[in-house]
Structures are given as C-alpha cells and as structure tokens.
C-alpha cells in the first residue's frame, strides 16, 4: 500500500488534531485537516484572559516535543492560556502539521457512501466488511466544507477514511425554565460561558466592566469567570456566583505542595482500583486494597479543608475527595479566589435551583427548601452550565443510525472499541473524546494508535465485530459501576484513574511492550507521564 495515495481527513486542530496529523505524516500518509477557526489550539483558542492549565506542565506535553524551558519554568506548574497555544502552534510547526491544515474550512456533515448499505453494515461481522482501515475500496467519505472567505462557499470533498478531533465542549448545555420565566423576560443579557470565554479579551472586560454580573454554576470555568468579574469590578459591584454544589477545586499553591498527578499515574495507585477486563486476581487486589485507597483520599480530603477556606464559605462539596478523583471532577481555583470572597468582590449563594429568570435577575430556591425564594439581582447572567458532549459527535452525520449508534446519553462510556472505533461505522476514528487527568498525551497515544492501524501495523480483534464489541461492552460496565461509585461524579467516558492501564491496551495492539520503565521497583512506584511514550512512533 503506498500511504500517500490514500486520503485521509482530520477534522479539527486542537491537540489531538495535531497529534494525529504528526503521525500520519511519520507513517508516510498526506492527510488533510479541516480547522473552523484561523489558527490551532482548539478550546485553547477560546478561553478567558485569566486561564490557566489545569495540570502540570510536565503532564500536559506531547512524549517527544519537550516545553520551552522558559514557558515551563516562568509561571510554575501551571502556564497560561497564551503560552499553552504557543507550545500546539509550535509543535503544529516543528512537524510538519500547519502545511496540512485547511484554516477557516468548517466541517458541516459527514456521509458514508459506498456499495454496502446500513442494513449490510449491522450485519458485518470484521469492522469495514473486511477487517482493514481502509475497508474494500468500494466506500468513502463525503465531507460537506463550509470554505471561508468573501464569497464563503461549500464544497464537497472526498476521503478514504475520516478521523473525528472534535473535542467535547463544542456545544452548550442549556437550562430550562417554567414558561414566563425564561431569559425573556429577563431586562439584562444572558449567555453561555462558551460564547463568553469565545469573545475577544476587550469585549469580555467590557461586557463586564461597572455591571452586576451573575455566574451560574461551580465548576472550573465558573470560578474563573467570577475571579475575572471580582477582578474587573471589586466589591462595589461584586460577581454573584449561584451554586447548587461545590466542586473539589484546588489553590494552585497547596497543588504546588502536593502534586496530585505523582499519586494517580502510578502502577501501584492503579492497583487500588477496578479496571475493565482485570480479571479475578487484580479484581480482588482492588477490592482488598479500597480501603487503604480511601484512608489516602481522606488524609488528602483533610489536608485540603485545612489548607483551603472552604469550609468558612459553604464550599465543601456535597461528594468525597475518593469519588471525585475517580469521575475526575477536580480543577484548579484561580489565584486569590477566596480573598476576594473575603474582600466582598465575589458573593457566593448556595440555592436548590434557580427557579427562572425575572427582570432584574435570578430567582433562587433555597438550598434547605424553606422560606420564600431568594433573588439574585444582575445586569449580566452567564450560564456555565456544561456542555452537550455528545452533540457534536451526533450533528456530524447525515446518517440518523450513525448518529444514533455512535453516542448514547444514558451510558457513562461511549460505545468506542479502545475509545477510537465504533465497530458498526467504517473507515472513521474519533480520536480526543475520551476524558483524562492530562489529556495532552493519551490524545497522543490514541493518535499513534489510529496511525499504525493505518498503516497496517495494528490488527484488530481475530472475532471481529463482536470481539470489538466485548471490549466496548467491557469498558461500558466498568464506566456504570464507576459512576455508582462516585456518586454520580462521573465524567463520560473518563479513564482518568486507569489512564495506565488503559495506555498499556493501546501499546498491547500497536506491538510494543506496556512496561516502558527501567526495572520492577521503578514500574510500580514511579508515576508514568507522557516521555515513558515517547520511544513509540
């Protein structure tokens, strides 16, 4: 097979974009990448003037394209938005990536078209009717681009096989509310954090600036819009953050102190908890050792209430430090945070729902169900209620039965063979979905994966589909009973706490050996990042 005879699409440029990009080009391929936006970077193109990484810097690289040692060393363990962008761009150049990207060229659909119809493609028993990536020749991609430009035009391009670098966070998840009390009728504006965050960094301060600002929501980019608010406009016009639940959010000075990511990638901290397809034996070691993962979890839970002042503000959250660190439902507080509550720039109110929208803000049920609604005054209300992490992946098909495979709302994992595959659609990977502590280089892995299926180099389970299918039914029982271990702090499809074992599937297939440390002593207790992959191209 000549690699450059073959058209391969990429959609998107964000990290995982470029990283399957990289090694598509290592493995001899010419792939187009299709970027909506005018440069690479992804969501770190769309951000707040004030954010920053969430996981150290030394976690969150690619294995073989070390940091600037001066971006690295300037601002600690966790860089800025800026300097982050700077290191994907540079990577993006170093290997060749910005020559492939088509920038400003939105992806609007995907078809599949080819001699098999649906109702054959259930049926099959290999993936792409013959078990190779680039099935028998007969079926391609469609792809309906939206070019940039003045004229913009659409146009129509084909591929021989499609990989999804679409991300999780491209479309927001929206509250409802009782007819009469939506944003109609509220006198202010109301938006969502993604279109806020998305704004340019003047028009955000200015939309801000000398105004009651409301925040809706707890988790990392709340906090950051409402630290921004109290920056912009102090206690004369404090940012009011509405809270259902606290969220375990971490000052960046004690996460100096204690470096979370040395526990949680370890081999002997994986041990401690269940994994798909373990079997008996380390099934049972992880039951035994639960509790001693716990009595850690709580040392830590404790360590952080004395280090932190949530608890004089209300902010312990509902869930344990344990079931949080499983579902991966951590950040990092921005600077100062808790001063500034201090100093009456920020207002927390802690309320069972927000019961809609008046004219001059938000009504809020209280938090204990008693009293009459509380009321929370604001001239601007921005919504950081989440996302609709399987909206994108669905809108992508002009197929309703792919769309209706590929996601599934109620499941805490999506139904992917090693998180990349769908056993039922052809010649398609999604590559970045999968949630991590440090989702820089298990982008990477999964991008180094697609590259040697690609190039012949990974085979795929001999049973075919419904091999492919028991390992995504593995991973699928493993996501439910980790939720109901957390609580429902659960972020789909997370393998933040088996992100090791998870990788060693990965090498497994690609042919390389899992054990990437010099020793046993040094396999167990030393924690694995992103230079232990870097010998796998």
Not at 263 to 274: I, K, P, Q
Not at 289 to 306: F, G, I, N
Not at 394 to 399: A, D, P, V
Request: overall charge neutral; some cysteine.
């Amino acid at each position: 097979m000549d690699p450059t005879k073959k058209r391969v699409a990429i959609v998107g440029a964000g990290p995982s974009g470029l990283a399957a990009c990289k090694h598509l080009l290592a493995k001899g391929f010419l792939p187009v990448v299709f970027e909506s936006a005018g440069g690479v970077g992804g969501v770190w193109r769309r951000t707040l003037a004030t954010t920053r990484l969430q996981t150290p810097a030394s976690a969150y690289r690619f294995s073989d394209f070390p940091w600037p040692a001066d971006n690295a060393a300037a601002d600690g363990m966790f860089p800025r938005h800026d300097q982050v962008l700077e290191y994907l761009a540079a990577y993006a150049r170093r290997f060749g990536v910005m020559e492939r990207v088509r920038f400003g060229c939105k992806v609007l659909a995907a078809s599949y078209v080819g001699d098999a119809t649906e109702p054959e493609m259930e049926s099959w028993e290999r993936w792409s009717g013959n078990g190779e990536a680039f099935g028998d020749g007969t079926g391609e991609w469609h792809l309906t681009v939206r070019h940039g430009g003045e004229p913009a035009s659409t146009q129509t391009h084909r591929f021989d096989f499609l990989i999804l670098c679409i991300g999780r966070y491209g479309a927001p998840k929206l509250p409802t509310f009782p007819h009469g009390r939506g944003p109609e009728v509220f006198r202010g504006r109301v938006l969502h954090s993604m279109e806020y965050a998305a704004m340019a960094h003047e028009d955000a301060a200015e939309l801000v600036r000398g105004k009651r600002v409301a925040v809706v929501g707890a988790g990392k980019s709340a906090m950051d819009i409402v630290a921004q608010c109290a920056e912009a406009n102090g206690s004369k016009y404090p940012c009011t953050m509405v809270y259902r639940s606290a969220h375990w959010m971490v000052d960046p000075k004690v996460a100096r102190r204690v470096n979370f990511f040395t526990f949680t990638s370890a081999r002997w901290t994986e041990l401690m908890v269940h994994k798909p397809g373990e079997g008996f034996m380390l099934s049972l070691l992880a039951t035994i050792l639960t509790p001693v993962r716990w009595a850690m979890s709580k040392v830590t839970e404790a360590y952080y209430k004395r280090s932190i002042p949530m608890s004089e503000h209300g902010m312990v959250p509902d869930c344990g430090f344990d079931q949080a660190s499983l579902g991966w439902r951590l950040g990092i507080l921005p600077e100062g945070f808790y001063s500034m509550v201090d100093e009456g720039s920020i207002e927390l109110r802690r309320c069972a729902s927000v019961a809609g929208f008046s004219a001059d803000g938000l009504g809020l049920d209280n938090a204990d169900g008693s009293g009459e609604p509380a009321v929370a005054g604001a001239d601007v209300v921005i919504l950081s209620t989440g996302f609709d992490i399987d909206r994108p992946l669905r809108n992508m098909f002009t197929s309703p039965w792919f769309a209706e495979i590929i996601s599934s709302d109620g499941d805490a994992v999506l139904p992917l063979y090693r998180h990349i595959l769908h056993p039922r659609i052809p010649q398609l990977a999604v590559v970045g979905y999968a949630e991590s502590g440090s989702s820089i280089y298990p982008y990477e892995m999964m991008a180094k994966w697609v590259a040697h299926l690609l190039a012949g180099a990974v085979r795929l389970p001999p049973a075919g589909v419904r091999d492919m299918e028991r390992g995504a039914a593995e991973w699928a029982r493993w996501g439910a009973a980790a939720r109901r271990r957390c609580g429902g702090h659960f972020l789909k499809s997370c393998v933040a706490s088996v992100t090791t074992w998870y990788h060693d599937q990965l090498c497994r297939d690609m042919g390389y050996s899992p054990r990437r440390k010099d020793g046993w002593l040094a396999e167990l207790l030393e924690p694995y990042g992103p230079t232990d992959y870097a010998g796998i191209q």
